[in-house]
Nanobody, 127 residues
Framework: QVQLVESGGGLVQAGGSLTLSCVAF????????MGWFRRAPGKDRELVAA????????RYADSVRGRFTISRDATTNTLLLQMNDLKREDTAVYYC????????????????????WGQGTQVTVSS
């Protein structure tokens, strides 16, 4: 059974930093293609960052490129999202997600192509 458990969200001032963690159970973060998504109030869920299982291919939303970094910690089986220079528009619920193993060779931004999801963690950026 797959379970993804996010943590690390909270309230931060604009310009600050947060690191989100997603501990994976039933999924090896080193052999699955995974991503971070977010849903802001009144908006659809969107890709923030994704990483191919090989670790050599990443994808970022234009709005976060250069500020956010996706990575993995194999020793703790955790997917990470380092968020720097946070802006008010980064306020959202952030979700960790994984593709099915058989689709791991394709990195995608489509939410419908991720099959496992965490419960989300709230990030609120104040001015």
């Amino acid at each position: 059974q797959v379970q993804l458990v996010e943590s690390g969200g909270g309230l931060v001032q604009a310009g600050g930093s947060l690191t989100l963690s997603c501990v994976a159970f039933g999924v090896d973060v080193s052999t699955y293609t995974m991503g971070w998504f977010r849903r802001a109030p009144g908006k659809d869920r969107e890709l923030v960052a994704a990483i191919k299982w090989t670790g050599d291919d990443t994808r970022y939303a234009d709005s976060v490129r250069g500020r956010f970094t996706i990575s993995r910690d194999a020793t703790t089986n955790t997917l990470l999202l380092q968020m720097n220079d946070l802006k008010r528009e980064d306020t959202a619920v952030y979700y960790c997600a994984s593709r099915l193993y058989r689709y791991r060779n394709t990195i995608t931004s489509r939410t419908s192509e991720y099959d496992y999801w965490g419960q989300g963690t709230q990030v609120t950026v104040s001015s």
